[in-house]
C-alpha cells in the first residue's frame, strides 16, 4: 500500500501525457464528426503519416549532420510545422477523392470508403518506405536533449519529451478553441455544422468549410503522430491503428462532435490507462499483469456509456446549439 | 495485414524463382541450399545477415562443387520470424528435391514448428542462431545448430549478476514468446540458486508505452532489470527506464545484440549489458579474412549473426561434399546428408571448430557478456565463457 501511494503522482503524471496524445488524435475524429456525422475512420492514417514524415525530417536532418548542430527546438518546431502541414494537406486529398463524391450517399458507404482509404494509405507507406529506406520499421534519431529526465517533485521523473507534449497539446488545443469560436473561418465551420443548407444560403462556401475542416482535424493527428514518434521512438505503418482506436473511443467518450469533450475523454481515457497498468498486477497480486490495462479501461468506457450514452460532455449534432 | 504480406512476397518470391535456372543448366544437376530468416519486418536487420552469411559461403563453395557436376544454388526464403510463415515456406522447401540443406532459423519459435516439417523429410537443418534448448533436445536426426543454448546463456548472465558485479536482487521481464520467456525462466532458475532476490517477474507484448510496467519497478528499486526478449522492445524498455530516472543495471540475453539497440536507446544505452552466443567479429580468431571478404562482395560490414550463418552454411555445405563422395559421385540423399553432418569433427569454421554431438548441438560453444560502453555497437566484451552444451534432459 505504501508503495500504491508512493508512485500515485508519476502514474498520474504519465496517464495525462498519454490522454493529451489521445485528444490531439481525438479531435479530427470528433470535428468531422460534427461537421458531416460520420467517423473518418482513415484519421489513424493521417496520424501514422505525420509519425512518418516526422521521422524522414529527422532521419535527413541526422544524415547531412545537421540534428546535432542546429537548435533542437528549432527542430521540432520544423518537423511539427511539416508534419502538420502534410497530414493536413493528406486528409484534404482524402475528403476530396474518398468521401466528397459519396456525401450523397448513405453514411455506411463513406464508412467503407474509409476503412479501404485507411488501408490504401498504410500500404503507400509501406511501399514507398520499402523503395526509399528498404524498411518500414523506423526508428525516431535520438536527440538526447529531449531525453533527460527532470525531476518534478521527490516522486516524479519524466524526459523533457513528456513536457513537450503535453505543453504543444496545450497550445494547439487552446489555438484550436480560439480558431473555431473567435474566428469568422471558425464562425462558418460551425454553421455548417449546425445546417448545411441554410449556412450554404447564407453564402458559405461548404464544401470549402468541410475540406477546411479536414485539415485542420488532420493538422492534429499529424501533430500527434510526430509527437507520438518522438516520445516511443519506434514507428511502422500499422502504428496508426491502437491510439487512432482509443483516440476515437475517447472521441465517443467525451461526447462525439464536441471539441472540449474530446479533450476531457482522451484524458479521462489516459489516466484510466496508466491507473490500470501500474495498479492492477499490485492489487490482484500478480493474477492480471499491466498487459490487461486495455480491458480494464475499456470496461469502465462502457460502464460510463451506459450511464451517459451521450458521452460525458454530450454529442453536438446538427440542429443543436453550438 | 499478416495475409496481405505474406501474399505480395509469395508473388515476388515466384517471380524470384522462375527468373533463376536457366536451360543451359538443366542438363547439369542442381543442389540447392535453402535460408530461413526474416528479411522483412522488425527483425530483417538480423536476418538479412543470416542469409549473406550462407550467400557467401554458398559462392566460395560453388567452384568445389562445380568439378564434382553439380551446381550450388542458395535460395533465400523470408519467414517473416512468424511460426506460421516459416512452416508454408518448409513445406515448399521439402516439396524441392534439390534443397539438401536448410540454414536457418533465427527465431525459435519459428525454427521449432518448421523443423518438425523437414523432420518428415529428414531434411538438413543447421541453425545459426536458434537457442532453446527444446531446438536439439527432441533428439532429431536432422537437426543441428552452430551455436550456444539458452540454457546456458542464462544461466551465464545471472552468474554475472550474482558473482561478478555482487548484485541481490532482479526485476524480470520477458516478451512471452518461446525464445524470450525460455531465457528469462532459466535465467531466474540460476538467479534464484545462486540467492539473487526476485523482485518481480512480467511478461509483455507492449510495443510503446512500458510505463505502466515501469513504475511499479521503480518503486521496487532492483540491482538489476533482466529482459528476456527482442530488442525493439528491449531497447524501448531501457530507453523509457532511464528517462523515469531509474538507475538499476539493465541485462539481456542475444536478442539484444543488434545495432538498433544503439539507434533506438541512444545515449541511455551505455552500461547496459548483454550476454550472447554470437561475440562480435574481432572477438573470434579467424574471423579477420571473413569480415574482408564479407564487406567487399556485399559492401557492408559483417555482424555477428552473419558469421553465424557463414558456419552453418559451410558445415553444411562440407557435409554434403563428403556425402557426394560416399555416394560416388552422385546427389547424396537428404538422409545421407543429415547423417554426414553429425559424423564432421572439427570443421574450422570461422567462429571456431566445429563438431556436433549427438543431439545436434555444438560439442562446445562460446557465450560472451558484452557492455555498452560508449554509444556504439557492438558493446566491449567483459567476458567469454566456453561450455560444452548439456546432455539432453527431457523435455
Known amino acids: ?189 460551425r454553421a455548417v455544422a449546425q445546417d448545411p443548407d441554410t449556412a450554404s ?68 481515457l489516459g489516466l484510466l490507462e496508466a491507473l490500470a497498468g501500474s495498479y492492477l498486477s499490485m492489487l490482484t497480486n500478480g493474477a492480471f499483469g499491466a498487459e490487461y490495462k486495455d480491458v480494464f479501461a475499456f470496461a469502465v468506457l462502457i460502464l460510463i456509456l451506459i450511464f451517459r450514452p451521450k458521452g460525458l460532455m454530450g454529442e453536438r449534432v446538427r440542429e443543436e446549439a453550438a | 495485414m499478416t495475409s496481405r504480406t505474406s501474399a505480395l512476397l509469395s508473388v515476388l518470391f515466384a517471380l524470384l524463382l522462375f527468373n533463376g535456372p536457366t536451360a543451359a543448366w538443366a542438363q547439369r544437376k542442381t543442389i540447392k541450399v535453402a535460408t530461413q530468416s526474416p528479411l522483412s519486418g522488425e527483425q530483417a536487420a538480423l536476418g538479412e545477415h543470416i542469409k549473406l552469411g550462407a550467400q557467401l559461403a554458398v559462392e566460395e563453395a560453388a567452384q568445389r562443387f562445380r568439378p564434382l557436376g553439380f551446381d550450388l544454388i542458395l535460395v533465400p526464403y523470408d519467414d517473416q520470424a512468424k511460426p506460421e510463415v516459416g512452416v508454408a515456406n518448409a513445406r515448399n522447401i521439402v516439396a524441392d528435391p534439390d534443397i539438401l540443406l536448410v540454414v536457418g532459423h533465427f527465431n525459435s519459435g519459428v525454427g521449432l514448428p518448421a523443423s518438425e516439417i523437414y523432420k518428415d523429410y529428414n531434411l538438413a537443418m543447421i541453425s545459426p542462431a536458434n537457442t532453446n534448448p527444446l531446438i536439439t533436445d527432441r533428439g532429431y536426426p536432422n537437426v543441428n545448430r552452430v551455436c550456444g543454448r539458452d540454457d546456458v546463456q542464462g544461466p551465464v548472465g545471472a552468474r554475472l549478476a550474482a558473482r561478478d558485479l555482487k548484485l541481490k536482487s532482479v526485476y524480470i521481464i520477458h516478451d512471452k514468446t518461446l525464445y524470450g520467456q525460455g531465457i528469462a525462466d532459466t535465467f531466474r532458475h540460476e538467479a534464484e540458486a545462486l540467492g539473487l532476490r526476485i523482485s518481480g517477474y512480467e511478461g509483455t507484448e507492449e510495443r510503446a508505452n512500458f510505463a505502466p510496467l515501469i513504475i511499479p ?80 562482395r556485399f559492401g557492408k560490414d559483417a555482424e555477428s549473426f552473419g558469421m553465424y550463418g557463414y558456419d552453418a552454411a559451410a558445415v553444411g555445405l562440407k557435409a554434403i561434399e563428403q556425402a557426394i563422395q560416399e555416394s560416388k559421385g552422385n546427389r547424396p540423399t537428404r538422409a545421407q546428408v543429415s547423417a554426414a553432418i553429425r559424423k564432421i569433427k572439427n570443421f574450422k569454421g570461422v567462429t571456431g571448430s566445429i563438431s556436433f554431438d549427438a543431439k545436434g548441438d555444438p560439442e562446445k560453444a562460446k557465450y560472451f557478456v558484452l557492455r555498452f560502453d560508449q554509444k556504439q555497437y557492438p558493446g566491449k566484451v567483459v567476458k567469454v565463457v566456453e561450455q560444452e552444451s548439456p546432455k539432453a534432459r527431457k523435455p
Open chain 1, 201 to 268: 444560403l447564407m453564402g458559405i462556401p461548404v464544401n470549402r468549410m468541410v475540406a477546411l475542416t479536414f485539415f485542420v482535424g488532420g493538422a492534429m493527428g499529424g501533430a500527434a503522430g510526430v509527437l507520438f514518434g518522438i516520445h516511443y521512438s519506434l514507428i511502422n505503418p500499422y502504428t496508426g491503428f491502437t491510439p487512432g482506436l482509443k483516440a476515437f473511443t475517447a472521441a465517443v467518450l467525451g461526447g462525439i462532435g464536441n471539441i472540449g469533450g474530446a479533450v476531457l475523454g482522451g484524458l479521462v
Open chain 1, 1 to 189: 500500500m505504501e508503495i500504491a501511494l508512493s508512485i500515485l503522482p508519476q502514474v498520474l503524471v504519465d496517464g495525462l501525457v498519454l490522454g493529451f496524445m489521445y485528444a490531439l488524435i481525438a479531435l479530427g475524429y470528433t470535428m468531422v464528426y460534427g461537421v458531416l456525422e460520420f467517423i473518418n475512420f482513415a484519421h489513424s492514417e493521417v496520424f501514422m503519416i505525420g509519425a512518418f514524415i516526422g521521422v524522414e525530417i529527422l532521419l535527413m536532418l541526422e544524415s547531412s549532420g545537421y540534428l546535432v548542430t542546429l537548435n533542437p527546438a528549432f527542430i521540432l518546431f520544423i518537423v511539427l510545422i511539416a508534419g502538420m502541414l502534410l497530414s493536413g494537406l493528406v486528409a484534404l486529398g482524402l475528403e476530396r477523392i474518398a468521401y466528397r463524391p459519396l456525401r450523397q450517399a448513405p453514411r455506411l458507404v463513406a464508412l467503407i470508403s474509409a476503412i479501404g482509404a485507411s488501408f490504401f494509405l498504410q500500404d503507400l507507406v509501406r511501399l514507398v518506405e520499402s523503395l526509399w529506406r528498404n524498411s518500414f520499421y523506423l526508428t525516431y534519431p535520438t536527440i538526447d536533449a529531449l531525453e533527460t529526465p527532470v525531476s518534478l517533485g521527490a516522486a516524479v521523473t519524466v524526459p523533457v519529451k513528456s513536457i513537450l507534449v503535453v505543453a504543444t497539446a496545450l497550445v494547439m488545443l487552446f489555438g484550436l478553441n480560439f480558431f473555431v469560436h473567435r474566428t469568422r473561418l471558425g464562425t462558418a465551420i
Open chain 2, 217 to 296: 519497478l521503480k518503486a521496487k528499486n532492483p540491482d538489476l532489470v533482466y529482459f528476456g526478449g527482442i530488442y525493439y522492445q528491449g531497447a524501448l524498455l531501457l530507453k523509457q527506464m532511464r528517462e523515469k530516472g531509474v538507475k538499476s543495471i539493465f541485462l539481456g540475453p542475444d536478442g539484444l545484440d543488434s545495432s538498433e539497440m544503439v539507434k533506438i536507446a541512444g545515449a541511455h544505452v551505455i552500461g547496459a549489458y548483454y550476454t550472447t552466443v554470437a561475440g562480435p567479429i574481432d572477438a573470434y580468431p579467424a574471423s579477420a579474412q571473413f569480415a574482408k571478404a564479407f564487406k567487399s
